[in-house]
């Protein structure tokens, strides 16, 4: 059974002995001893560096320079430990099982038409769903791309651990995107330094400032952030320890003390979205220092919905709930408009396939799906009175590989109709590692963004544009050779009229905008 412990554990900022104070890019501090935001000496390394008031409030700061505070990370060892529960999964289509009361003829463990068995689990190849939506208008690539990180040379050392989430937030009237940030520092060159890197620029691509690197002192696989309309809440897992959340005000600067919202050690991975009163997020728990999966059942391993408070409590909040005890990938979530969708990766990870689940927002009733395709699990958005997701199907059994497919979702988590798949990158053989897919909405259809497998060096696809059913409007707009990064992040926003795609690889971070066409 899977436990953790309960939230609430603060993490204070204490400086090193040789560090004359703890500041964070774009925001400074001095004084020994002190907290990030007093009074002192901008000059703190005694550089002779110069110094511009970045954020407009008065404190000066180097720019893009990294000044590191050492932190206290919490032993949450002897805190009485929380149980989950694990609620009952009812039989559906897509499980492997024929229920013959429930009316299926087969069930080959998927949701697709064209294999004999099809999306309701009726013998046959199925009948095709509705075509495009006619009120899809397409999109096109406006301007170039944006340097926004580094020289854009994506074969440099450090940066980023290939295949983390990486967040994309529009606030309105800019974007913000936060990465996990590593490097080999000198003296000696084999010490590992990690952060966390924020960055805000404008809708053209223009960052506002530097931005700030926020020290950690272990690995992390996936970054998350949400925009509060006054701020935002940063989340990330801090391994060893649980998932770490981090209020941020307009400008990016912390507001205070990280907090330690999920106590859970093995926590990787989290989604979280904005819920009535709070948040809700989605994690893999599992042993082991960085694999988003579990390889061994045994050790105990799941898929973890909880709720929190707006201040990042699980007091009085509904869950924490095991979903799934075999694992693979990240996991993400989305409220809608009566309860959470949240897309999953169920193991073992030599043929992990792909489900959703609808949560009721007392994580009291949940809906599955039944395994959609084998594949790498994807990306999930709120869309037309339910959810729409997309992920790359790949797999023996299918006979398909590294095929984009898209589902849409009803508010009352059934599947509306078969998924569309299609083979997007015009072989049905590919292989290499498995792209990365991220989703946003508009008024009518999605923007789905990927990067490319190892095969293609010489394809860079950057946006497909479709309605909410996954019926793509064009052939996939590639983007330039140097947003290309197969072992990078990715993330996608709607921002007014207009996508917006972020790429992070190594010391480079590229954007690029679309416009409707």
Known sequence: MVKWYDAGVMMGWQGKAVVACAVVAAWACAGCGGRPGQEGDADAEGDGDDVADLGGDGEDVPADVVREAEIEWPDAAGVEAEEATVPPVEAQCGDGHIDLEAGEECDDRNRLNGDGCDWQCRAGDG???????????????????????????????????????????????????????????????????????????????????PGWTYPASVRTTGV??????????????????????????????PRGDPILVIPDPGAKAPAVDLAEGGFVVAWVSSPGTWFVGCEDPATGCAIVVQRLSMDGSTAGMAGPVILEDTPYGIPDV???????????????????????????????????????????????????????????????????????????????GDLAYPPVCSDAWGTPTASGVSPQVRVAADDVGLGIAWLPPTDFPGLYALLLRTDFLGNQTLDPIYGPRDMWAYDGSLAIARAADAFGIVVVMSEAAWFRRFVPR
């Open 224 to 253: 998350e952030m949400v925009w509060l309309g006054d701020g935002f809440a940063l989340f990330f897992d801090l391994q060893g320890t649980g998932i770490v959340l981090l209020f941020l005000d307009p400008d990016g600067k």
């Open 127 to 209: 009948e095709p769903g509705p075509g495009l939506d006619p009120d899809v208008h397409e999109y096109e690539p406006d301007g170039e791309t944006v340097v926004l990180v580094g020289d854009g040379d994506a074969s440099s050392p450090g940066d980023l651990w290939a295949g983390s989430r990486i967040p994309l937030v529009w606030t309105g009237s800019e974007y913000a995107t936060a990465w996990v940030r590593s490097e080999y520092r000198d003296p000696p060159l084999d010490t590992l330094w990690l952060g966390l890197r924020f960055l805000r620029f404008d809708r053209e691509g223009v960052p506002m400032d």
């Open 334 to 412: 989305a409220t809608g408009e009566d309860g959470f969708g949240i897309t999953m990766g169920v193991g073992p990870y030599t043929s992990s396939s792909f489900r959703f689940v609808k949560a009721s927002q007392d994580l009291g009733a949940f809906t599955y799906s039944g395994i959609l395709g084998e594949g790498n699990p994807g990306d999930l958005v709120t869309a037309d009175g339910g959810w729409s997701t997309a992920w790359i199907l790949h797999g023996s059994s299918t006979g398909m590989y590294h095929n984009l497919c898209a589902a849409h979702f009803a508010g009352s």
